[in-house]
């Protein structure tokens, strides 16, 4: 499938079903929104060095549901006692779509939330307006078929995270777009965990658009986990709002994936909004990982922190971009940006464009980036110990990858996501036996 036939099989797949005539309205002007743009393409700026010329080289499908729900398998960490949710072929996969939690909280399917609290969600859809929306997110707006709805009422801590698992299945081809929505009023307090997987090795698409709200004194807590097969294709968009004295904390990690394109924004809306976001990417073979952040300060007295780690081995291409935008009011802002890599091979590439945009003159703001390959003088002093090359390699790698791991506050998260970065930093070897990294879980197997 070419550029060409993507934008004509958009009509195609268009089919709003029965829904609100104000759904049905904004589908259709998002639809024709996406054709106003065109698809994307390396030539434009945002989109340079990208991979997304991929993307349309298949002959899609929307998925149906014929045949049993996959099972999210070991993508359930049962250890964390979350609530946990699966999202396959498009749909949650659940007989109690949206279920009421404690106090007053509201948490399951976007559509069902349609259903229920229909002027709620409408209002959400057409927050950001069409004009802010580029070509993926129109697009998903035009086909999303559900997603994941959550409302925590003011000042409400929920007791335990949720966790989401959304699988990309069998059916060759599958077009899958999910639209995710977030609501924390004053005061409330969550965590939530997104496991993106797929089963099987046929070729999918999977878009994701995430939106969150963050009332004031609210504390949100986002982990993202990618493991993808190397014929999987994974774009999520997410948008947060911050109020006043609100906390965020993001953290991302991808371990597998064709190509996994994460792209943030955020508005600090409110003083004394604070955000962090943490990532690592370990690409390998042909896959390419691509990290967009952009924070911008509108009002004075917020801070932001970025800390993006990336190991790229074989001929895998990693790609970042920071952008923090200090608006003229935006006085006493703080802000922190860091992209590291480590590049295993000479024909593996990274791209790094950390930058700041400033107009306000009483500011703290830095960024930094490094790309390069494992230290030298750090491997001779360890063979000299006794320790093997690869040995040593693996540890000068893991403690690289360690400092993103350790940031997780959650244990049981914190130890399995650590097992996974130790198997997958072993890469193909056929035992354990002889490894230096001491896995928690040795017989975990990571898919």
């Given at each position: 499938m070419s550029a060409e036939k993507f934008l004509a099989s958009l009509e195609r797949w268009f089919q709003p079903g029965s829904e609100p005539p104000e759904m049905g309205a904004l589908r259709r002007a998002a639809l024709e929104r996406a054709h106003a743009l065109g698809v994307p393409t390396p030539k434009m700026e945002r989109w340079r060095q990208s991979g997304v010329a991929n993307v349309f080289e298949h002959n899609y499908n929307l998925p149906k549901r014929d045949r049993l729900p996959m099972s999210p398998g070991r993508c359930q960490l049962d250890a964390m006692a979350t609530t946990a949710m699966h999202f396959s072929a498009g749909k949650i996969e659940s007989a109690q779509p949206l279920q009421?939690?404690?106090?007053?909280?509201?948490?399951?399917?976007?559509?069902?939330?349609?259903?229920?609290?229909?002027?709620?969600?409408?209002?959400?859809?057409?927050?950001?307006?069409?004009?802010?929306?580029?070509?993926?997110?129109?697009v998903n707006m035009a086909l999303f078929t559900d997603g994941f709805f959550l409302h925590v009422p003011k000042n409400v801590v929920l007791a335990r995270p949720i966790q989401v698992i959304h699988v990309l299945g069998e059916y060759?081809?599958?077009?899958?777009?999910l639209r995710n929505f977030v609501v924390l009023e004053e005061g409330a307090e969550a965590t939530l965990l997104f496991c993106d997987h797929s089963s099987g090795r046929e070729y999918g698409f999977a878009s994701s658009v995430n939106q969150f709200q963050i009332g004031p004194g609210a504390g949100f807590k986002l982990y993202r986990v990618q493991n993808l097969s190397d014929e999987a294709a994974c774009f999520h968009q997410d948008?947060?709002?911050?109020?006043?004295?609100?906390?965020?904390?993001?953290h991302t990690i991808g371990f597998n994936g064709g190509l996994l394109r994460g792209e943030t924004h955020v508005d600090l809306q409110g003083k004394g909004a604070d955000c962090e976001f943490?990532?690592?990417?370990?690409?390998?073979?042909?896959?390419?990982?691509?990290?967009?952040?952009?924070?911008?300060?509108?009002?004075?007295?917020?801070?932001?922190?970025e800390v993006f780690k990336n190991i790229v081995d074989d001929y895998a291409r990693g790609l970042f971009n920071g952008h923090v935008l200090v608006h003229p009011d935006a006085q006493k802002t703080e802000a922190y940006q860091n992209n590291s890599n480590i590049v295993l091979t000479d024909k593996a590439k990274m791209s790094s464009r950390p930058f700041l945009e400033i107009y306000a003159d009483d500011v703290k703001c830095s960024h930094g980036s490094s790309v390069g390959q494992l230290d030298d003088e750090a491997l001779f002093y360890m063979r000299q110990r006794g320790i093997s090359e690869?040995?040593?390699?693996?540890?000068?790698?893991?403690?690289?990858?360690?400092?993103?791991?350790?940031?997780?506050?959650?244990?049981?998260?914190?130890?399995?996501?650590?097992?996974?970065?130790?198997?997958?930093?072993?890469?193909?070897?056929p035992s354990c036996e002889d490894c230096v990294l001491s896995c928690s879980q040795p017989e975990f197997e990571v898919l």
């Amino acid at each position: 499938m070419s550029a060409e036939k993507f934008l004509a099989s958009l009509e195609r797949w268009f089919q709003p079903g029965s829904e609100p005539p104000e759904m049905g309205a904004l589908r259709r002007a998002a639809l024709e929104r996406a054709h106003a743009l065109g698809v994307p393409t390396p030539k434009m700026e945002r989109w340079r060095q990208s991979g997304v010329a991929n993307v349309f080289e298949h002959n899609y499908n929307l998925p149906k549901r014929d045949r049993l729900p996959m099972s999210p398998g070991r993508c359930q960490l049962d250890a964390m006692a979350t609530t946990a949710m699966h999202f396959s072929a498009g749909k949650i996969e659940s007989a109690q779509p949206l279920q009421r939690l404690q106090d007053g909280v509201i948490a399951g399917s976007l559509r069902a939330a349609m259903k229920e609290e229909p002027e709620l969600v409408q209002r959400l859809l057409a927050e950001r307006g069409l004009d802010k929306m580029g070509f993926f997110n129109a697009v998903n707006m035009a086909l999303f078929t559900d997603g994941f709805f959550l409302h925590v009422p003011k000042n409400v801590v929920l007791a335990r995270p949720i966790q989401v698992i959304h699988v990309l299945g069998e059916y060759r081809d599958a077009l899958e777009n999910l639209r995710n929505f977030v609501v924390l009023e004053e005061g409330a307090e969550a965590t939530l965990l997104f496991c993106d997987h797929s089963s099987g090795r046929e070729y999918g698409f999977a878009s994701s658009v995430n939106q969150f709200q963050i009332g004031p004194g609210a504390g949100f807590k986002l982990y993202r986990v990618q493991n993808l097969s190397d014929e999987a294709a994974c774009f999520h968009q997410d948008f947060f709002t911050q109020q006043e004295n609100s906390r965020l904390f993001s953290h991302t990690i991808g371990f597998n994936g064709g190509l996994l394109r994460g792209e943030t924004h955020v508005d600090l809306q409110g003083k004394g909004a604070d955000c962090e976001f943490v990532g690592l990417s370990l690409s390998s073979r042909g896959q390419r990982m691509e990290n967009f952040v952009k924070v911008e300060h509108q009002v004075p007295h917020c801070t932001s922190r970025e800390v993006f780690k990336n190991i790229v081995d074989d001929y895998a291409r990693g790609l970042f971009n920071g952008h923090v935008l200090v608006h003229p009011d935006a006085q006493k802002t703080e802000a922190y940006q860091n992209n590291s890599n480590i590049v295993l091979t000479d024909k593996a590439k990274m791209s790094s464009r950390p930058f700041l945009e400033i107009y306000a003159d009483d500011v703290k703001c830095s960024h930094g980036s490094s790309v390069g390959q494992l230290d030298d003088e750090a491997l001779f002093y360890m063979r000299q110990r006794g320790i093997s090359e690869e040995n040593a390699r693996l540890l000068l790698l893991y403690a690289f990858a360690a400092d993103v791991i350790n940031q997780i506050d959650i244990e049981p998260l914190r130890r399995q996501l650590d097992d996974m970065v130790k198997k997958r930093l072993r890469g193909e070897l056929p035992s354990c036996e002889d490894c230096v990294l001491s896995c928690s879980q040795p017989e975990f197997e990571v898919l």
